[in-house]
């Protein structure tokens, strides 16, 4: 069974002043257990929209949305999202504490919520930087804190987009390792939002490419058998995959600008 599955799913932003505006139409989905899913595509086509009925914060205008078989009603645990921003996190409250204020919620005790919160801590490669409030800390820092706040909850699906596109390539790039890591070690269902064509190759185990909107939908999905180790953009394979997705872009950056202008 399908972990998400959209099926024939439309969204209309209604508008006060009558201008509907169809974002998607139509649009089919359907992601297995333990996939790293890239949902690409150019700005604007409707990626954040996708998402954001997935979590539950927005919802469909036609289609079924199902939750591991079950119809989705609203936000819920089993879906942890990170989002683009590094904004998120409580600033009155320590890295920690942000950690742990989910299990706060849930009720787990404090000593258990302290040991989970410093295992996560660990994960996302900032022991010992705990005590730290989000003003103490770079962008980089902050988003491990959403990643590690959002794990802690020990949600079944990721749902994460554009995460680390606010970061400086060189600490993009350590983050999408570290995802990778943390994803091979805990083997979620991931559904990740992109519109750049490197990170889609490194890090899915599938890639969709959207049309450009409005009333779009998914134009094609590729499978990416890369191993770690040919994750390398000097790679062959990488190259090819690469190759594969650009072209199915190309035309709809084309269609974006001609639209736009
Ligand atoms: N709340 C909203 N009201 C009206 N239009 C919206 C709203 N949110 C998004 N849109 C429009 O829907 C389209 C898709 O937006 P979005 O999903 O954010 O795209 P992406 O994440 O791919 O850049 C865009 O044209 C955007 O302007
Ligand atoms: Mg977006």
Redesign the pocket.
């Known amino acids: 069974m399908a972990v998400i599955e959209l099926t024939g799913v439309g969204k209309t932003?209604r508008?006060m002043r009558g201008s509907d505006?169809r974002?998607l139409h139509d649009f089919d989905l359907r992601i297995e257990p333990g996939e790293f899913f890239c949902l690409l595509?150019?700005?604007?086509?409707?990626?954040?929209?996708?998402?954001?009925m997935v979590a539950g914060f927005e919802r469909q205008s036609e289609g079924t949305i199902l939750i591991n078989g079950k119809p989705l009603h609203g936000p819920g645990a089993d879906r942890g999202v990170v989002f683009q921003g590094d904004d998120s996190l409580y600033s009155w409250l320590s890295a920690q504490g942000n950690i742990e204020f989910g299990l706060r919620m849930r009720g787990v005790p404090k000593h258990a919520r302290r040991e989970q919160a410093q295992c996560y801590l660990n994960l996302v490669g900032l022991q010992g930087q705990g005590h730290k409030h989000p003003s103490e800390l770079s962008g980089g820092m902050k988003q491990r804190i959403q990643i590690a706040r959002v794990l802690a909850n020990e949600p079944e699906i990721l749902l994460m987009?554009e995460p680390f596109g606010a970061l400086d390539a060189q600490t993009r790039s350590v983050m999408q390792q570290e995802l990778l890591t943390i994803w091979g070690a805990t083997r979620k269902t991931v559904l990740f939002?992109t519109?750049d064509i490197d990170e889609a190759v490194t890090l899915a185990t599938r890639i969709g490419v959207?049309h450009a909107?409005?009333a779009?939908k998914l134009k094609a999905t590729i499978d990416v058998n890369l191993s770690p180790t040919e994750r390398d953009r000097t790679n062959d394979g990488y190259v090819a995959v690469y190759r594969q997705v650009h072209a199915l872009l190309r035309d709809e950056v084309a269609i974006a600008m001609r639209r736009a202008s």
Not at 41 to 52: A, D, E, I, R
């Open positions: 932003y508008s505006y974002a595509g150019t700005s604007g086509c409707g990626k954040t929209t996708v998402l954001n987009d939002i519109h959207m909107g409005p779009s």
